[in-house]
């Protein structure tokens, strides 16, 4: 791959162009909904992120980080918290964790009560009884989260079908000047964030600000000039597109949201399993990685922004997702399940002078980069993390990439605890000792282990499969990710009692990594097991 050289620091110029330690900096979080890491730096060929592979040349790159749960609010309540779903309670979208579980602190009111102006754009927490319907104001924000106003435009009829009636499609290709207000959520975001750096650019304070981006979230709703990126014939199936023969029906989720969209009723699929048209398939694959692109634009925009108003040599970027999103393996087209390719995330850290030299005067750090201009090339990631590691670590991975006191590791129990953190510190792989040293960070990846879950109505795929209520919850999914295997165990659990019975197994799923690393082939009931390893529970 081409792109210019990598970003290692040679010694002299570690010593010429480095952050001043005692240098207050900046924070800018980057939150995208349902992105997998279908991006040109983490490997993915055919999809074209080049904004998002510029920052990640600049970046720490993490290439195996996992969400606790594949769902939006659980998932985000979660890491904003640095707990894990069965500390916040939060398995759906219908209590506030403040109230249902304990005041925890969030990674924006930490940085609020430490001097930082917090901002919020976009979906950052999951709107809703989730976060209070206030985004968890005023306890995470310095004032008002702003919001866009095309939001309310996402699922109506807005999706210009062939026959030229205006449909609630999941494909959902657009000419902007078309839509309502002739814009779309994501280019509003963007702007007012932009509008924020601005105004942050003479603050004598620090600043947090989150931005939150809705695609490639379904609906595919994005400027129809992205597909031209993707034509149909390019686009390949997934993989393993079939139900895997040994996958429990507990495991299986019936991806009921899509099947709620005009187009895809009309396809008349069976429930629970599918499958889904061959040809109807590709074009969701070709809409989500068009929407990818979509994004990395708008990515490109603000990114380009705060290089303009000088604040790049003094701002942190995280960049990351809430959880993946399967495109058509196991037969799945949603979240909603333990796999890799739902919970599995990009994450990266660009940190001034530790991961990339600082710019040189009148040099631009992160120019935009067009997708459809051919001289847009792959670029090489930075430096890159093996290890194992969870959305959990991403509280105290900030505040110690900003200068600030790292929470405590959180006691057990810990729901009287308002400052405290699951999570590892990742603070250790910043810690370039040898400069020219191999860009895989590798540690010991076998020390690292990720934890995922997934609550379940019943044994078998149901409507309510993919989003049960926390009253209908009977079974838990737990499952454990290491360097060599995915292992599942499906319990009973007690939602008034938030209880899990490991000894009331119901299925279990064991996935070796290297025979199998799309987790096709169940190896559970062929294992000489007796259930859950307790000493490996978080």
Known sequence: ??????????????????????????????????????????????????????????????????????VCAPSRVSFLTGRRPDTTRLYDFNSYWRVHAGNFSTIPQYFKENGYMTMSVGK?????????????????????????????????????????????????????????????????????????????????????????????HIPFRYPKEFQKLYPLENITLAPDPHVPDGLPPVAYNPWMDIRRREDVQALNISVPYGPIPVDFQRKIRQSYFASVSYLDSEVGRLLSALDDLHLANRTIIAFTSDHGWALGEHGEWAKYSNFDVTTRVPLMFYVPGRTALLPEPGKKLFPYRDPFDPASESMDPGRQVVDLVELVSLFPTLTGLAGLRVPPRCPIPSFHVEVCREGQNLLKHFRFHDLEEDPYLDGNPRESIAYSQYPRPADSPQWNSDKPSLKDIKIMGYSIRTIDYRYTVWVGFNPNEFLANFSDIHAGELYFVDSDPLQDHNVYNDSQHGGFPQSLMP
């Open 1 to 70: 791959m081409s792109g210019g050289p990598r970003t290692y620091m040679g010694k002299e110029c570690w010593k010429r162009r480095l952050w001043n330690p005692t240098d207050t900096l900046n924070v800018l979080l980057i939150i995208v909904d349902d992105l997998r890491p279908s991006l040109g730096c983490y490997g993915e060929k055919l999809v074209k992120s080049p904004n998002i592979d510029q920052l990640a040349s600049h970046s720490l790159l993490f290439q195996n980080a996992f969400s606790q749960q594949a």
């Open 124 to 216: 950052v927490f999951h709107p809703g009884i989730s976060s209070n319907h206030s985004d968890d104001s005023p306890y995470s924000w310095s004032f008002p989260p702003y919001h866009p106003s095309s939001e309310k435009y996402e699922n109506t009829k807005t999706c210009r079908g062939q026959d030229g009636e205006l449909h609630a499609n999941l494909l959902c290709p657009v000419d902007v000047t078309d839509v309502p207000e002739g814009t779309l959520p994501d280019k509003q975001s963007t702007e007012e964030a932009i509008r924020l750096l601005g105004k942050m650019e003479t603050l004598t304070s620090p600043f947090f600000l989150a931005v939150g981006y809705h695609k490639p």
